[in-house]
Each structure stands twice: as C-alpha cells, then as structure tokens.
C-alpha cells in the first residue's frame, strides 16, 4: 500500500488499467459467491464486502507492482499496455498469447511422466454446470492471485539482489521453497517439473512479457486442475471448456499474429 500510494503520488502508476482489473475482479468474486451459495440478503452482503476486498487488494497490487516492473523489465509490460488500450488485433499480442499457450502444454506432460496424476484435480468441476461455473470463475481468481505473487516473490528479489540476472535464479528457488516443500513423496522428481514451470515463466516474462505469462498460466493450470475424460463418459463438459478454451486462445493467437491478413488467411484455407 505504501509503494502503491508512492507511485500514484509520483503519476507513475496507470490508475485507468489498475481500476479496469479492480472492476473486473470484482464481478469475478461476486459471481462466483452468486453461484456458490445462493442469492439471499444476508449472503448478497457478504458476497459485495468479499468483493471489495479482493478488488480493493489487486487495485493495490496493480499500481504498486506496475511502475517496478516497467523500470526493470521495460519491455515485459509492452504488450499488456497495447492490450490495455484496446489494440486487440496487435500482431505482437497474439505472438505472445500463442508463446504461451504453446509452452503451457510442457510442463503437465513432464509432470505426467515424471510424478503421475496432478495433485490439483478438482472434482468440483463434475458436480453440474453451476458448480462447473464457480469453479471457473474460481480458476480466474486463483490464476489472477498466482500470477500476481509471482511478480511480487520476482520484485522482493529483484530489490534484494539488485541485478536482473540473479533475480531471475532466486524468485523461482523462493517460489519453491515457500510453496511446494513436501508435496510429494519423491521430491526429486517434483524439483525438475517445477524448474521447469518456473524457468519456463521467467523466459517468458522477460521475453515475450506479463501476456505471455497469465497466457501459460491459464493452459498450463486448466490441464492440471480440470478433469480430462480419457473415454465417452457421461459428463464431458469440463474437457470440452478445456479444450476449447485452449483452442480458442491458439486460434485467436494465430489469426493476430499474421495480422488478420486476408490474403494470407484466404492462402491458408485453400
């Protein structure tokens, strides 16, 4: 609060993208609440209180982590801010989205071969299209939070280390050493899929930037925490918005990154 409330005193943070994830955010919680537990007096007042806060928090994170971010990885926020603006049709956009969802399938098949089934399977998501819905709205405040800390852990190192480089070494062995310590029974195998989870989303990062990133982290976690069907089962409605949700961000990444271009879209297609 204190860095945030600096940079806005300074006119260093973008306050108009800050405001537009507190609002988006905002009706996030406040959906999810909605189907979670019913629409009553009592519960609609939790839910907006729960909503402010979780809004209140990332607007805070924004305009705190934003101006660092841009000091020290000048070109990692490039990208977001032509998203932010609204050039969606931004050849650059779409290179980092696909970026990310490409390298997003790595890591779920290393970790299905070195530690078996994800640890994060939700079988919340089998229980009716409702509860489907929560946990996807869930899903979006769980990647907004994760990708989040990230950023903050990369910060904290990047101040204590004070060289990019050795940040970049450092945030991921914090990441692990906070967060994953005795998950499993056989860590030597765990350390490899997250080095390279976290190796992967540093590359990225400084390389194709913050959409590349949120774009890994949403493939990468819809495969690990929303069940697959391996056959016709009777409820294949989470593979499908798996599925489809993955294709629709390549597809979308693709169609951009050529720029639209009629002719070579046309070329394609015949």
């Known amino acids: 609060m204190i860095l945030a409330w600096w940079n806005v005193k ?21 959906l999810k609440a909605r189907f979670e537990f019913g ?3 009592e519960m609609f007042r939790s839910s907006l209180q729960l909503s402010a806060g979780v809004a209140f928090k990332f607007w805070v ?14 070109g990692c926020l490039t990208v977001w801010s032509r ?12 290179q980092s989205l696909l970026v990310g969802a490409a390298m997003s399938m790595v890591v779920p098949l290393l970790h299905a071969l070195l530690v078996g089934q994800a640890s994060e ?5 089998l229980s009716g299209n409702a509860a489907l819905i929560t946990s996807l709205l869930q899903f979006i405040q769980f990647i907004a939070n994760w990708g989040f ?23 991921p062995l914090a990441l692990i050493a906070f967060y994953h310590t005795g998950e499993v029974t056989d860590p030597s195998l765990l350390l490899i899929v997250l ?27 819809l495969l690990l925490r929303m069940p697959i069907a391996d056959g ?9 918005v798996v599925v489809l949700t993955i294709l629709l961000i390549a597809g979308y990444s693709f169609y951009i990154s050529v720029g639209g271009r009629k002719p070579l879209i046309a070329k394609l297609c015949t």
């Open 83 to 94: 998203a932010m603006i609204g050039r969606w049709q931004d050849p650059s956009l779409g």
């Open 10 to 30: 300074l006119g260093r943070s973008d306050r108009r993208v800050a405001w537009r994830i507190a609002v988006f955010l905002f009706f996030v919680v406040l």
């Open 149 to 171: 800390y990230i950023l903050i852990v990369l910060v904290i190192c990047r101040f204590a280390a004070r060289r990019d480089s050795v940040a970049v070494v450092i945030a």
């Open 195 to 221: 080095a390279v989870y976290y190796g992967t989303l540093m590359v990225l990062l400084i390389r194709f930037g913050v959409v590349a990133v949120f774009s890994f982290l949403i493939c990468h976690h």
């Open 121 to 125: 399977f939700n079988p919340f998501a």
């Open 232 to 240: 016709l089962g009777p409820d294949l409605t989470p593979t499908v």
């Open 39 to 41: 629409l009553t007096l």
């Open 61 to 74: 994170y924004y305009l705190a982590l934003e101006p660092i971010l841009r000091k020290f990885w000048p």
